[in-house]
């Protein structure tokens, strides 16, 4: 499935000057931040060759985007909630903890674009009170980091960076492969956990293995 600007542009014919893709990555980790890329466009008709959805690509190629999506739209960000964080808050609030840090880095914005059908950007009416940080109007679109340029392009900026970080983590704990599997829950880290116990970057709120 090939992307397109299709979606940003019924979003710039209805008003918006500035929409902005946003994905997430480390949702389902066991260990590390969750992710949030944000990249922001004003109308135009191209995007960069190659690009699609970061699961569709190998590493090398993710890589190898990311110098050319620095000139891709207005602007761009990643956002990370810290394990503690969504220790504290719970995984719907850590996404949207992210995703406001990005937001902040990429200014002001008319629209966003959202992947899924779950909005877990925009505060439920009852929550407004002791969240009240607002948010840009928000479309959903199911496989939108497969159809949407913009969110392709966060889903890959999100990848890569949160892949570096985790493994410049496993570099302080090598025992429990995060190099590979970045933190979710492959055989060899849930043995990890069970002969190891979990570090500070797991999330400890979650039904993690019981160490042995």
Same mark, same amino acid.
């Given at each position: &499935?090939?992307?397109?600007? #299709?979606?940003?542009?019924?979003?710039?014919?209805?008003?918006?000057?500035?929409?902005?893709?946003?994905?997430?990555?480390?949702?389902?980790?066991?260990?590390?931040?969750?992710?949030?890329?944000?990249?922001? %466009?004003? #109308?135009? *008709? @191209?995007?960069?060759?190659?690009?699609?959805?970061?699961?569709?690509?190998?590493?090398?190629?993710?890589?190898?985007?990311?110098?050319?999506? #620095?000139?891709?739209?207005?602007?761009?960000?990643?956002?990370?909630?810290?394990?503690?964080?969504?220790?504290?808050?719970?995984?719907? =609030?850590?996404?949207? &903890?992210? @995703?406001?840090?990005?937001?902040?880095?990429?200014?002001?914005?008319?629209?966003?674009?959202?992947?899924?059908?779950? *909005?877990?950007?925009?505060?439920?009416?009852?929550?407004?009170?002791? *969240?009240?940080?607002?948010?840009?109007?928000?479309? &959903? %679109?199911?496989?939108? *980091?497969?159809?949407?340029?913009? %969110?392709?392009?966060?889903? %890959?900026?999100?990848?890569?960076?949160?892949? =570096?970080?985790?493994?410049?983590?496993?570099?302080?704990?090598?025992?429990?492969?995060?190099?590979?599997?970045?933190?979710?829950?492959? @055989?060899?880290?849930?043995? @990890?956990?069970?002969?190891?116990?979990?570090?500070?970057?797991?999330?400890?709120?979650?039904?993690?293995?019981?160490?042995?």
């Amino acid at each position: &499935m090939t992307v397109s600007l #299709a979606h940003e542009r019924a979003l710039w014919d209805a008003g918006a000057r500035v929409v902005a893709g946003i994905d997430e990555v480390g949702r389902g980790a066991l260990a590390g931040p969750v992710s949030v890329g944000v990249v922001a %466009v004003a #109308a135009c *008709d @191209a995007w960069p060759q190659g690009l699609a959805d970061s699961k569709q690509l190998t590493p090398a190629q993710r890589e190898a985007l990311c110098p050319i999506l #620095a000139d891709f739209g207005v602007a761009r960000a990643v956002g990370h909630a810290s394990a503690a964080e969504i220790d504290a808050v719970g995984i719907v =609030a850590a996404l949207r &903890m992210a @995703a406001l840090r990005a937001l902040a880095v990429v200014g002001a914005v008319d629209a966003v674009i959202l992947d899924g059908k779950h *909005d877990w950007l925009t505060v439920a009416p009852s929550l407004v009170d002791l *969240d009240p940080e607002p948010t840009p109007p928000v479309t &959903m %679109v199911i496989k939108g *980091d497969t159809l949407c340029a913009s %969110v392709a392009a966060a889903s %890959v900026l999100a990848k890569v960076e949160r892949d =570096a970080l985790m493994r410049s983590a496993h570099e302080a704990h090598p025992d429990y492969g995060w190099e590979s599997n970045k933190g979710y829950g492959a @055989a060899g880290h849930l043995a @990890a956990i069970r002969r190891l116990g979990p570090t500070q970057l797991h999330r400890r709120s979650w039904s993690l293995p019981t160490a042995q």
